[in-house]
């Protein structure tokens, strides 16, 4: 007999008029103005005066009777029929019920069975999804038989459609793990999901390694279970994962995302036992209490006061001393320990103040003295959002006076992470050096500390706060010499870049008169492009090279980039003697495009002028349109906080001159924008210069020159 069914799955699809601007892909102005002008748009089917919801199928229909319906993509569309449902809570469940067609077609499809083939119209009843799933996992087949409705309703029966043909497009797995994307990203408004990111989760299996067992015992939606299953079935070897997970819905998708991995490895002939995943709280319900997993990873819920602190004050779990009430993390941490093989180790992502809040420092100071706890590291902010702070990751270890290093502690600062050195390049080269025989420190990065030096009245776990960056060089005394030289000659240039002037009593520039540059757009002389806007589908695009404000006030190569699908069209391209103008400012700064940039797209808040060259100079405009004046004319009154201007130049005038003066002006006004450029290189390299200067005279790999050898100024 199957429970009593959920009705989260029977509710009609209504949206709202913010659903109805994106299924159009317009703003929400339009939708109200859609409402006025059109008798026959669809009146409201609930919601309030103010706030009205509408019949989905209405509203589409209308939407393509009007050809204004958009034409997005399989993925979309199905995201879009999972999103219809509201609370946060049914879209969970449908999420799961889309998760449990996939997993079966995938399963039918690795069988060699053409029944029901991904993409087709024949949708299988409900008992008949959950006895197929109840052949791979009983305990999966319950979470899906709780939320399944006795029969498919129109609503469901057509987001079933849309995700088999998704199926069909990208495979089975592909799509869940889109539609699970797409759900833990809109997930922070809908029901509190903070997901572990793959950067990070990489991160922690670096630290982790590889092991038959591997444990989540706060899994979330299994994001870290299940790179770890991806990880070991690409290397060849067999894993067993197990969760446990306080959220029913959450563990439906972990369970389903673990077996899809799962199936990958039965196909590829990988002797690895199903996943297994239990439902409740991990302290005060442990579903696993005998599990000892050679691997253990979480990113269990911080700062949850109400843990069961009075309800476990003689749990045998607290080897290292009862934690204080306002420290749930260190009864995380020690859960980890109580499931931890001998040979294992147990990676747990936390909040910094657990490294140094008075009330923890003495189960600190016994997981550090006994050897439990092995490395601390500092990861870099924003790595784990919607938290804004770095997080740390703690590394334990079953105490054995054996390992390598086994009374020291490691500390890593990945703070210190670039594009050139990502965090787990960094976390893993100073892991492997530390379990190594020949530990070899990093000053600044990574360093092995003696636990004697941590066992004082603090016991201050901070990485930052034992791996001074002061000793960190980056660059040697030599090359600090070099640069000083460098630095010499730049200064030199700077001189040469500024133009030959002479006071002028009579300039022609003085009498000149002015035309209109508007007028002279009116005429064809001068042209003004913008760039174009952008399809907000979210169809497959491809990626297009375009300038940014910042490429044009420094002369470089475009830097940014946009995503344009088949139907948008090409923006305007930079040919040779193009001028660039920031459409926003404190100051008018064109430029004529550099060589680096012709062929380039404009982005967004830039303006292009095309001048014609047989009656204009391109730097002459650039030069003179840029006139501190020129702002009182040009600028119009800004939205932005910090008092930028909005430049329009069809309001500026420019002097009318013979193009040989121009071309002469032209010049001077090119040396200063190389002056400009070159000033802004010198003022970065001259701070770049002091800073590793000060560093090296710190640490004493430089000393003070005496008067004698001084340079002469």
């Given at each position: 007999?199957?429970?009593?069914?959920?009705?989260?799955?029977?509710?009609?699809?209504?949206?709202?008029?913010?659903?109805?601007?994106?299924?159009?892909?317009?703003?929400?102005?339009?939708?109200?103005?859609w409402r006025r002008r059109y008798a026959d748009f669809p009146a409201p089917a609930g919601?309030?005066?103010?706030?009205?919801?509408?019949?989905?199928?209405?509203?589409?229909?209308?939407?393509?009777?009007?050809?204004?319906?958009?034409?997005?993509?399989?993925?979309?569309?199905?995201?879009?029929?999972?999103?219809?449902?509201?609370?946060?809570?049914?879209?969970?469940?449908?999420?799961?019920?889309?998760?449990?067609?996939?997993?079966?077609?995938?399963?039918?499809?690795?069988?060699?069975?053409?029944?029901?083939?991904?993409?087709?119209?024949?949708?299988?009843?409900?008992?008949?999804?959950?006895?197929?799933?109840?052949?791979?996992?009983?305990?999966?087949?319950?979470?899906?038989?709780?939320?399944?409705?006795?029969?498919?309703?129109?609503?469901?029966?057509?987001?079933?459609?849309?995700?088999?043909?998704?199926?069909?497009?990208?495979?089975?797995?592909?799509?869940?793990?889109?539609?699970?994307?797409?759900?833990?990203?809109?997930?922070?408004?809908?029901?509190?999901?903070?997901?572990?990111?793959?950067?990070?989760?990489?991160?922690?299996?670096?630290?982790?390694?590889?092991?038959?067992?591997?444990?989540?015992?706060?899994?979330?939606?299994?994001?870290?279970?299940?790179?770890?299953?991806?990880?070991?079935?690409?290397?060849?070897?067999?894993?067993?994962?197990?969760?446990?997970?306080?959220?029913?819905?959450?563990?439906?998708?972990?369970?389903?995302?673990?077996?899809?991995?799962?199936?990958?490895?039965?196909?590829?002939?990988?002797?690895?036992?199903?996943?297994?995943?239990?439902?409740?709280?991990?302290?005060?319900?442990?579903?696993?209490?005998?599990?000892?997993?050679?691997?253990?990873?979480?990113?269990?819920?911080?700062g949850v006061h109400d843990w069961g602190h009075d309800r476990l004050a003689y749990d045998?779990?607290?080897?290292?001393?009862?934690?204080?009430?306002?420290?749930?993390?260190?009864?995380?941490?020690?859960?980890?320990?109580?499931?931890?093989?001998?040979?294992?180790?147990?990676?747990?992502?936390?909040?910094?103040?657990?490294?140094?809040?008075?009330?923890?420092?003495?189960?600190?100071?016994?997981?550090?003295?006994?050897?439990?706890?092995?490395?601390?590291?500092?990861?870099?902010?924003?790595?784990?959002?919607?938290?804004?702070?770095?997080?740390?990751?703690?590394?334990?270890?079953?105490?054995?006076?054996?390992?390598?290093?086994?009374?020291?502690?490691?500390?890593?600062?990945?703070?210190?992470?670039?594009?050139?050195?990502?965090?787990?390049?960094?976390?893993?080269?100073?892991?492997?050096?530390?379990?190594?025989?020949?530990?070899?420190?990093?000053?600044?990065?990574?360093?092995?500390?003696?636990?004697?030096?941590?066992?004082?009245?603090?016991?201050?776990?901070?990485?930052?706060?034992?791996?001074?960056?002061?000793?960190?060089?980056?660059?040697?005394?030599?090359?600090?010499?070099?640069?000083?030289?460098?630095?010499?000659?730049?200064?030199?240039?700077?001189?040469?870049?500024?133009?030959?002037?002479?006071?002028?009593?009579?300039?022609?520039?003085?009498?000149?008169?002015?035309?209109?540059?508007?007028?002279?757009?009116?005429?064809?002389?001068?042209?003004?492009?913008?760039?174009?806007?952008?399809?907000?589908?979210?169809?497959?695009?491809?990626?297009?090279?375009?300038?940014?404000?910042?490429?044009?006030?420094?002369?470089?190569?475009?830097?940014?980039?946009?995503?344009?699908?088949?139907?948008?069209?090409?923006?305007?391209?930079?040919?040779?003697?193009?001028?660039?103008?920031?459409?926003?400012?404190?100051?008018?700064?064109?430029?004529?495009?550099?060589?680096?940039?012709?062929?380039?797209?404009?982005?967004?808040?830039?303006?292009?002028?095309?001048?014609?060259?047989?009656?204009?100079?391109?730097?002459?405009?650039?030069?003179?349109?840029?006139?501190?004046?020129?702002?009182?004319?040009?600028?119009?009154?800004?939205?932005?906080?910090?008092?930028?201007?909005?430049?329009?130049?069809?309001?500026?005038?420019?002097?009318?001159?013979?193009?040989?003066?121009?071309?002469?002006?032209?010049?001077?006004?090119?040396?200063?924008?190389?002056?400009?450029?070159?000033?802004?290189?010198?003022?970065?390299?001259?701070?770049?210069?002091?800073?590793?200067?000060?560093?090296?005279?710190?640490?004493?790999?430089?000393?003070?020159?005496?008067?004698?050898?001084?340079?002469?100024?």
């Open positions: 007999m199957r429970k009593a069914r959920s009705t989260a799955a029977s509710s009609e699809a209504t949206l709202t008029a913010s659903d109805i601007a994106r299924l159009a892909n317009v703003g929400r102005a339009a939708v109200s103005n919601g309030t005066p103010a706030s009205p919801s509408f019949d989905a199928g209405e509203i589409t229909d209308w939407l393509r009777r009007h050809g204004r319906l958009h034409q997005a993509g399989t993925a979309h569309w199905a995201w879009r029929h999972i999103e219809s449902h509201q609370p946060a809570s049914q879209i969970s469940d449908v999420l799961g019920i889309a998760g449990a067609l996939l997993l079966v077609r995938a399963d039918r499809a690795g069988q060699g069975s053409n029944q029901a083939a991904p993409g087709s119209n024949d949708l299988p009843t409900p008992g008949q999804l959950v006895d197929h799933l109840r052949t791979l996992d009983p305990g999966l087949a319950t979470l899906i038989d709780d939320v399944l409705p006795r029969q498919w309703t129109p609503q469901l029966a057509t987001l079933l459609h849309t995700v088999d043909e998704l199926g069909s497009e990208q495979g089975a797995e592909a799509a869940f793990e889109h539609l699970h994307h797409r759900y833990v990203t809109s997930a922070h408004s809908l029901s509190g999901l903070a997901g572990t990111p793959d950067a990070v989760a990489d991160v922690m299996l670096t630290l982790a390694g590889s092991g038959a067992h591997v444990f989540d015992f706060a899994s979330g939606t299994g994001s870290i279970l299940r790179m770890a299953a991806d990880r070991a079935l690409r290397d060849g070897t067999a894993i067993r994962c197990y969760a446990q997970e306080i959220n029913p819905q959450y563990a439906m998708i972990t369970l389903l995302r673990l077996w899809f991995v799962h199936l990958r490895a039965r196909q590829a002939r990988h002797d690895a036992e199903p996943p297994v995943v239990h439902i409740g709280d991990s302290l005060l319900a442990d579903g696993l209490p005998d599990l000892r997993a050679e691997v253990v990873v979480a990113n269990f819920p911080f045998p779990r607290w080897t290292y001393g009862l934690p204080p009430r306002t420290e749930p993390e260190l009864a995380w941490v020690q859960h980890a320990m109580a499931h931890l093989s001998p040979s294992g180790t147990a990676v747990v992502l936390m909040p910094p103040a657990a490294a140094s809040r008075p009330a923890g420092r003495r189960v600190r100071a016994e997981l550090i003295r006994h050897g439990a706890l092995r490395a601390v590291v500092a990861l870099p902010a924003g790595m784990m959002p919607p938290a804004g702070i770095g997080l740390h990751i703690w590394v334990l270890a079953q105490p054995d006076p054996h390992r390598p290093h086994a009374g020291e502690l490691l500390m890593v600062d990945a703070t210190t992470a670039s594009a050139d050195r990502p965090p787990n390049e960094i976390v893993g080269s100073a892991w492997d050096s530390y379990r190594s025989d020949q530990y070899t420190e990093l000053p600044g990065v990574h360093r092995a500390l003696p636990v004697i030096d941590l066992l004082d009245d603090q016991v201050d776990l901070t990485p930052q706060r034992h791996l001074p960056q002061g000793n960190a060089l980056a660059i040697s005394p030599a090359q600090v010499l070099a640069g000083i030289a460098d630095f010499g000659k730049l200064l030199d240039r700077l001189k040469r870049t500024l133009p030959a002037v002479q006071e002028a009593p009579e300039a022609p520039l003085r009498e000149a008169p002015q035309a209109d540059i508007a007028d002279l757009i009116r005429s064809g002389s001068i042209t003004v492009h913008r760039a174009v806007s952008r399809s907000r589908s979210t169809a497959a695009a491809a990626s297009t090279a375009v300038l940014t404000v910042a490429d044009v006030l420094s002369g470089g190569p475009a830097t940014g980039s946009t995503a344009r699908t088949a139907a948008d069209g090409s923006g305007p391209e930079v040919l040779p003697g193009d001028v660039l103008i920031p459409a926003i400012g404190h100051t008018i700064s064109a430029r004529v495009a550099t060589a680096d940039q012709v062929g380039a797209e404009i982005g967004p808040g830039i303006q292009l002028l095309r001048v014609d060259t047989t009656r204009f100079d391109p730097w002459f405009v650039a030069g003179v349109i840029s006139r501190t004046d020129n702002l009182r004319v040009a600028g119009r009154a800004s939205s932005t906080a910090n008092g930028a201007l909005r430049i329009d130049v069809r309001r500026l005038t420019i002097p009318v001159l013979p193009l040989h003066q121009q071309q002469a002006y032209g010049q001077a006004f090119r040396q200063l924008a190389e002056f400009r450029n070159t000033l802004e290189q010198a003022a970065a390299a001259g701070a770049a210069l002091a800073r590793e200067v000060g560093d090296n005279l710190v640490v004493g790999t430089l000393g003070i020159a005496s008067p004698s050898s001084a340079r002469p100024a």
